[in-house]
């Protein structure tokens, strides 16, 4: 028998590679999840003090949660929406921990590289008769894995974007490391003492630059020589709070309107049309500079502008991906955040999500490329599918 024969190999232990691993259990397969962290859902951990938007029952995958209850495992309740730790600690870590699962979860393993055993990106001939390989680096050093399929789900949130207006990085800022963090750092937690009594600029339109002002604005209140300062692109805040109140997804309208009252009452600083270039550093600080402006001199900034697909992994495979949002061509129009939020993205499966590589498929948020509109819960739908058609390719 080939060794490769019904393995899958899942890159990343976070929702979507568990639920694929589960998945791909229940229909007799192979499956290995190869995480790089020290633990599931490290991602997860990164920004574990963040309350997500949508309540336990849209976070937890169905057949995984089958198999936990089996265990004795007993679901969070109500209508209560997790943070990114509960997440983790009552969800992933009893998941990866079931018998089932423990034993096919390799912690401290990152993948360095897939490819096509002894075949590479221009060779045709027995091209979809090879099995993957998979480099994968761990505490030992490297080695290889075969595999008859790959899913990639390790996510995007190591990968950031740049906080320069035309996607690469302004001038200046890889230099000024020290003092830009991108993400969402814990400014109440962990990096209270780096931020208290500073002046911090958040850059960034999105609901992470929300949880990040609404935070910084708590620090303020204790830490009162803490200034706040809000860059964004656009040429006023007020389309971003439009509709708040009526949002189907209670948790993210409340934060908007929160951060809109903020913004009101003078707590934060808002500097709009924005469109950075360069940073300098200063006597009196950091100054940032865009398109003839100049920001008022800042201590810290945190670059809260989302995050982007890591494809270096994948470059000795034939991928399909749309131009602008790095999603499969297919996904493209389902999910473009000009015309879709998350609550409007209609279901999709194996089909939207299939590339000129038979056998390789990227799910949960790194399918979506740089588009910012995924839920779990769609994730968990592309896992159903895509492991059915592996079974049905397997038999």
């Known amino acids: 028998m080939n060794q490769a024969s019904g393995r899958i190999a899942i890159i990343g ?13 229940a229909h007799g397969l192979d499956p290995v999840v190869i995480e790089a962290g020290t633990g599931v859902g490290e991602h997860l951990r990164q920004w574990g003090h963040v309350r997500m938007f949508t309540p336990w029952e849209c976070n937890l995958d169905d057949h995984a949660a089958a198999l936990l209850k089996a265990s004795g495992w007993l679901p969070p309740g109500g209508n209560a929406c997790p943070t990114g730790q509960e997440l ?36 045709d001939k027995g091209r979809f008769e090879a099995p993957f390989i998979l480099r994968i680096g761990d505490p030992d050093g490297e080695r290889d894995l075969l595999a008859e399929a790959v899913i990639d789900a390790s996510g995007t949130f190591g990968q950031p974007n740049w906080m320069g207006a035309h996607g690469m990085p302004a001038l200046g800022e890889a230099r000024r490391a020290q003092r830009v963090t991108y993400g969402l750092p814990a400014v109440l937690q962990e990096g209270r003492d780096r931020y208290a009594n500073r002046r911090v600029l958040v850059v960034g339109a999105g609901h992470s630059a929300f949880n990040l002002l609404r935070d910084l604005a ?14 964004i692109r ?21 934060l908007a309107l929160e951060v809109q009252r903020l913004v009101s009452d003078g707590r934060i600083e808002v500097y709009p049309g924005v469109r950075i270039e360069r940073l300098e550093e200063g006597a009196d600080g950091l100054f940032i500079h865009g398109e003839g402006q100049c920001l008022p001199p800042v201590d810290e900034v945190i670059v809260a502008t989302g995050f982007r697909p890591d494809l270096s992994l994948l470059t000795e495979l034939r991928l399909e991906l749309d131009p602008a949002t790095q999603s499969p061509v297919r996904l493209a129009p389902l999910i473009d955040p000009n015309v879709h939020s998350c609550g409007s993205v ?25 588009a910012p509109t995924f839920l779990l819960r769609t994730g968990y739908e592309q896992v159903r599918s895509v492991v059915a058609t592996l079974s049905e390719r397997a038999a």
């Open 346 to 370: 209609p279901s999709h499966g194996a089909e939207e999500l299939r590339h000129p590589e038979e056998g390789l498929y990227i799910l949960g948020i790194k399918s979506y490329g740089r």
């Open 218 to 231: 708590e620090l303020a209140k204790a830490a009162p020589d803490t200034r706040v300062l809000w860059a």
């Open 13 to 25: 232990g976070g929702p979507i590679g568990l639920a694929a691993c589960a998945h791909a259990l």
């Open 234 to 254: 656009g040429e006023s805040p007020a389309r971003m709070f439009c509709g708040c109140a009526d949002d189907p997804l209670e948790q993210r309208g409340r």
């Open 88 to 123: 983790v600690e009552h969800y992933l870590e009893p998941l990866a921990n079931l018998p089932e699962l423990r034993d096919r979860v390799h912690l401290q393993s990152r993948v360095l590289g897939v490819s096509r055993s002894g075949i590479d990106v221009l060779k």
